[in-house]
């Protein structure tokens, strides 16, 4: 019987795309001159790394108190900021409430390209700009934030229920009024739910933010990873580990008891 | 109920404590730098994209170190997603009948090996390769290992499992049941979870040559370094351009698979 | 030939599903098991095949203790019972193909199925069945490209693929309108006129009880409250036995057949005014 009368009908265009996908791998592997053997010979320096990440230092733990705390200011103050701004952004790109398309899209298209540098960029072009320091890490995770929760934001508004508005627009209200009443209570809920999303999101975040010098833990990381303290480095990740389970936590009981 | 209501203010009034104690502890020392002058320079220079750096032929021009950033990200996500396979089958709970242990053991694992951030696996793999992007495809190869396979076991556990049932009822052995009614359910949203990782692994990849693991990386902070604004706009504007294609075509890929 | 000795099931949290049932069903009857919801008719039903297992007393099927059976074993006794769900339980994104011959992996081992080896006359089985469901031309379809009717009939063809001579089927046409339900229930007396095998269907439409089946089985908190000809199935003694809840399902039935028809003659007017 006909190979194409079986269950293996799409046997040849399977295989075909299996090797062409293994080809473009192999071909990717020359472009960054991939040296497995390399992996195998300096093992040894794997394992040394291992042996320092097995053992934290659990003695540094009382330096690490303050950059915590700062960590922890630094998020909730940038993604409080993120959110506030990127509430009114949302609503100027919805068509809902601004009727001039041309607005929307403008206002679409700058949120889209802030989404797209990654934060740990975004952190080392405002440390070239403002410098080293906290505020400059609360400014990163503001403006990272802004991007992330606008689309949130925006993408909600799409679902509501168009009844309200309508009923509004009926006795004549402004595109204002029709925001804050008939808009706002409908996405209010989810916009809670983000913020807490977002705060968790930028915990984790800000280990590396501190890495180019955004403030906070990450500034640590940084420096015991130049003197190659790896016991020092494995207690700063359990540490953020800690703090993004703690968060987690919290922003659970509050989804469900608060929101 | 009161003391609910109660419990909520009480959190209320904490959150507007922290938060406003948060705003007056930070260091507002920088906002020095937000000078007109400077800025005004840094605006200035920030739309006047150093097109010179495009392409140039030297191997080490933007058009080059894109692609090779892309190609860390291809590379890494490919060894990540068959890396993470063994992974997957020992952490699906469906895989173990009784011996939960195995795959709750397994989870805290790959939990544990997708928080570290890929930066970190990159300065690993620097010191065991040597820096360039073989380091960097690695660090990412890695860190896809622990995202995939809590991912996709979690979806092997929440397939259908009617069809499975029927499989097991005309006499199959488990590795047919797995083979015919539980992998194929599961090979279209493994694959998109795939694709939406590789868009993730291409941004990663941008700032990965910030530890020498190769790509754009190293440019745009040298760049940022000598404030030589005109190139880190051209190379932000490649980033925004490459990553805004990639999650252009990868998107239209996802929504075919599913 | 099945029988049950004194089998009893009681569940984890202390409910009992099964008490004390023995039974006994002969080769080529055609049976409807009915009662309310929770009496215990799935769990026998799934009794048969160890889909369930049973917590005391023993299945025997053709001379063989299912319930003792290891796993080698159970798999060779499970190829000769074909089971139809009520919610089709096909993998949506196969094939049509692939779904039904999927009824044959009984027989081969771990090896031949990795590499997809099914046997000619396997392929020809999927053929013979897909046509005697009258499905034909959907060997290459996409499964869940279908109607709930033709998802249902290919589950029909998957057992039929597996030759066996018990067929159970769990509700299978509660999830479709009465129409196709018909055409469901009349290709189970055809398997069971045509190909002699033995059916035994739960189903809580008492009218289609009546219709099909050769005997009636009754249920009620997990034992056998009525067994004897679907002509001793009378509204009489059904009362006698649930109380008006039995026919409960009827009236709604008969309500949306009527609806259904209703709806269909307005389509037709419509499109003949046009």
Redesign the interface.
Known sequence: ?KRK?????HLFKQIGSSLL?IL??LA??Q?????WT??VE??K??AF?LEGFLQPEWSYIDRLLEPM?ET???S??GT?LGVITAVPAAFLGTNLVTRNPVITFIFRTFF??IR???N??LA??F??????????G?LTIAVFTFGMVSQLIFASIETIDIGPLEADNSIGATRFQIAVNAVWPQVAHSVYAYALYSFEVNI?AS??LG??GA?GIGVMLNTA?SFMQFGR?SLI?LI??FL?FLTSLISEY?RR??I | MPIKKFINYGLLGLLIITLVYSFINLDYSNLINLQFNNLWHIFTGLLQPDLSYVYDGTGEDLVHLMFQTVVIAFYGTFIGSVLSIPFILLSAKSTWGRFQIFPLAMRGLLNLMRSVPALIYAILFVRVVGPGPFAGALALGVQLVGMLGKLVSEELDCVDETPIEAIHAVGASNVQVFQYSRLPQVLPIAASHILNHFEINVRSATTLGLVGAGGIGAPIIFALQQRNWPRVSVILLAIILVVVVIDFVSSRIRQKLL | MIELKNVSKTFPNGVVGLNNINLTIEQGEFICIIGLSGAGKSTLLRSLNRLNDVSEGEIIINGESITHANSKELRRMRRNIGMIFQQFNLVRKNTVQRNVISGRLGYYNNWQTLLGLFSKEDYQRTEDALEKVGLSDKLKVRSDSLSGGQQQRVSIARTIVQEADIILADEPVSALDPVTSETVMNDFKRLNEELKKTIIINIHSVELARRYASRIIGMRHGEIVFDGLASEATDQKLNEIYGKAIFENEIQDSREALEAEIEHRLQQDVSTEL
């Not at chain 1, 009368?5 to 009908?9: A, R, V």
């Not at chain 1, 472009?31 to 040296?35: E, L």
């Open positions: 019987m009368d079986t269950i293996h009908d996908l473009l791998f990717a592997g472009v960054i001159n991939a040296d390399e992996v300096n093992r320096q794997a790394f705390i922890i200011s630094m909730i103050s409080f889209s390209l797209t540098i990654p740990l960029l080392a072009l440390v070239a700009i403002i410098g080293i320091g906290e505020l400059t609360v984790r280990a590396v890495y180019v403030g990873l480095v990740i953020i580990l993004v509050i008891e608060v």
